[in-house]
């Protein structure tokens, strides 16, 4: 299967108002370009760097999204390339963001990220803490809090995700049902687990290996 052909099966089986995000990470311009080239219109990005130098050489007419760990000292440049940073797991980031994008007239559209496993080795805000750092963030000028999004702990099967999934689900619900400002969007399952993430009520899926195959050893 190539990179068309893979884009073009998924692209058909999701149902309409779930967008596919390629997670882009070490993939090469033009592998990139071959996935926009077949109609995929959002790209997920792990690494500031890597999204600069690879933009030039995909294109104009795709999102990019970041989706890796954000740190404070590399906001200012984050904000000039990516349209939306799925990964905001503190005030403090989220203070950094509003701060800077209000500098330079705009207002960035975030999504909180969620250790919703609680694991240790990964990065998002823990599910008890969801609730008050959204109240937090809508009160921040120059972001627009838009939802959350989750990497969910690895399992052995697509199922074991579920559980997850649902549980994201209740928060959003949840959190809506608080505030003035409605949040849309879901951004959780990758290639293992979209098919389960998109029953639970994923709207974004974002999908690595899925589209370009498995990744390469980078020596
Ligand atoms: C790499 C990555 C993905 C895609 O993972 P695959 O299993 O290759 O589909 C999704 N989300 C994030 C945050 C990633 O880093």
């Excluded at 099966?9 to 990470?25: F, H, Y």
């Excluded at 000039?80 to 799925?86: A, K, N, S, T």
């Excluded at 009160?139 to 052995?156: K, V």
Aim: one cysteine or more; aromatic letters at 6%.
């Amino acid at each position: 299967m190539t990179i068309r052909d893979n884009v073009r099966a998924i692209l058909a089986e999701v149902p309409p108002g779930v967008r596919v995000l390629a997670a882009v990470k070490g993939r090469t311009p033009e592998e990139i370009r071959q996935a926009v080239d077949a109609g995929i219109g959002w790209l997920g990005e792990n690494y500031v760097q890597q999204a600069e130098r690879h933009r030039p050489g995909v294109g104009r007419g795709v999102e990019w999204h970041f989706i890796g760990h954000l740190q404070k000292n590399k906001v200012k440049q984050a904000i000039e390339i990516f349209d939306m940073i799925e990964t905001v797991d503190s005030l403090d980031l989220a203070a950094e963001i509003s701060k800077r994008s209000v500098q330079i007239n705009r207002v960035m559209p975030v999504l909180i990220e969620v250790n919703i496993g609680g694991e240790t080795s990964k990065s998002g805000v823990s599910p008890g803490k969801v609730e008050a750092l959204a109240a937090a963030l809508f009160c921040l000028p120059g972001i627009s809090l838009q939802g959350l999004m989750t990497i969910e702990p690895a399992g052995e099967r697509p199922e074991a995700g579920r559980p997850y999934f649902q549980e994201m689900k209740r928060l959003l619900e949840r959190i809506n049902a608080l505030g003035p400002t409605r949040m849309k969007y879901l951004s959780m399952g990758m290639t293992q687990t979209y098919r389960i993430a998109i029953e639970e009520g994923a709207n974004i899926i974002r999908i690595g290996t899925g589209i370009f195959g498995e990744r390469r050893a980078t020596c």
